[in-house]
Structures are given as C-alpha cells and as structure tokens.
C-alpha cells in the first residue's frame, strides 16, 4: 500500500460548490503538506501543518482551507470553488526533525472547475 | 527569498543520447538542501536525489549523474543514453536546512520537460 495517498485521484465539479480533497500517510510523519502544481509553474505551497494543533498558510492559501483531523489526515477545502483552482493537487509529508528532510508526495488529485 | 530556474522548458533527444537538465538556484543561506524530482506523464512525483549544501562531490546513480557547482550556484542533472521510460518533467527544487520561518518551504523550479524519441 502507498505511503501517502490521496482521494478523490480525480475529480470535476462547478463552479460555487464545495470541494474537499483528502489526504492520509502511514508513515507516521508530523509534517503534512497540501500543494498546487499549474502547467508550466511547478510547485506552489497552500497551507502545511507541523502537527495537529499546527496550521500555517503557505505562499498560495486565498480560496483554501485546510483541517488537520490527526496526525495521519490532512484535508484541503475549497469552500465555493472557481475555474481558476483547476489544477493537480499534492499532499506530501516529512519527518518533523528540521524539515529539510524528503518530502514525500501522493499520487495527487486533478481537479477541474467548470 | 529563495528561487529556483529551470531555463529548459522543453529538451527532445533521441534514444541513446545524453541530455543534461540545468538548475540554477539563488539563495542567501549558506546551508540548504537541493532535490531533483521526475513527474512521469502519470502524474506522480518521483524523489530522484538529496543533496546537502556542504556536499559538492557529484553523484552518480546507474545512468544518471548530478554536478552540483556551489560557485555557479548550479545543480545540473545528466541522463547518460537515455530511454524512452525518461521521458517526464524533471523539477529541481530547494529547501533551507534550518528550524526557522521559511525553512518548511520546498521551492520549486518550474520543470524541463523531456522526451525522448526512440
């Protein structure tokens, strides 16, 4: 079984409706992170958490909201959804000694926004 | 604030040939960590290699090597006869090595795409 898996792997909804992506590791990791990858841009950091009652915005949160259920569950929300958050979707974790360590990355989420 | 710039958008070579994809990094720290990632066409990110900034020695692994030139600020990534199961956006990225605000924050360049023609 993967390490760090994603549900839903894909999905499309409308514009104005609700949308929550989950994310769960068995790796035992504190450090759990939500990513938004746009053809042509890489990477960019939405929100991230270093422990359960730990949740920080990243560079890209406006229009997202994220809920750390335990330590092996992150969630991303997108409260009313817009066509612009079309995107692949990461969820990735590391150990909590530093940070620097391997992030390692689910299988991501494609969402589409109509 | 740190960046990271893959110049490369695109490469196409041909079975066989060598191909080397370019990073570029700029940061203040004196201590970071860089990484190579390979996104194959089904989506998923493939940790390639780590490399510490104290570390200069180049690494090999089966036919992919790594120069990492602190002095160019480079850390250059060479695929030796390629295949065509190389063929992926490869991303380049860097995360500062130290316990305060920003050092969580893996920065991304934004990928060269690779394909490789049999």
């Known amino acids: 079984d993967a390490d760090v898996t994603q549900t839903p792997r894909n999905r499309i909804t409308k514009t104005g409706k609700r949308i929550m992506l989950e994310c769960s590791q068995t790796?035992?990791?504190?450090?759990m992170y939500w990513y938004r990858q746009d053809p042509g841009l890489g990477l960019q950091l939405i929100y991230y958490?270093?422990?359960?009652?730990?949740?920080n915005k990243g560079e890209i949160s406006d229009g997202y909201s994220v809920s750390r259920q335990a330590q092996a569950k992150f969630s991303l929300s997108l409260e009313s959804a817009i066509p612009n958050q079309t995107a692949l979707y990461f969820c990735?974790?590391?150990?909590?000694?530093?940070?620097?360590?391997?992030?390692?990355f689910g299988p991501g989420t494609r969402l589409t926004v109509l | 604030a740190q960046k990271v710039t893959q110049a490369q958008t695109e490469i196409s070579v041909v079975e066989k040939e060598d191909v080397t994809l370019d990073c570029v990094y700029e940061t203040r720290d004196t201590t970071y960590y860089l990484f190579w990632y390979k996104q194959p066409p089904s989506g998923e990110l493939v940790f390639l290699i780590r490399r510490n900034s104290f570390d200069e020695q180049n690494e090999i692994s089966g036919r992919y090597s790594w120069n990492f030139q602190k002095s160019t600020s480079s850390f250059n990534f060479t695929i030796t006869a390629s295949q065509v199961v190389d063929s992926a956006v490869y991303f380049c990225?860097?995360?500062?090595?130290?316990?305060?605000?920003?050092?969580?924050?893996?920065?991304f360049g934004k990928g060269t795409k690779l394909s490789v023609i049999p």
């Open positions: 958490s270093f422990d359960v009652k730990d949740i």
């Open positions: 790796k035992g990791h504190d450090r």
């Open positions: 990735a974790t590391s150990s909590g000694t530093g940070g620097y360590n391997e992030q390692f």
């Open positions: 990225a860097l995360i500062l090595a130290y316990s305060g605000a920003g050092s969580y924050q893996l920065t």
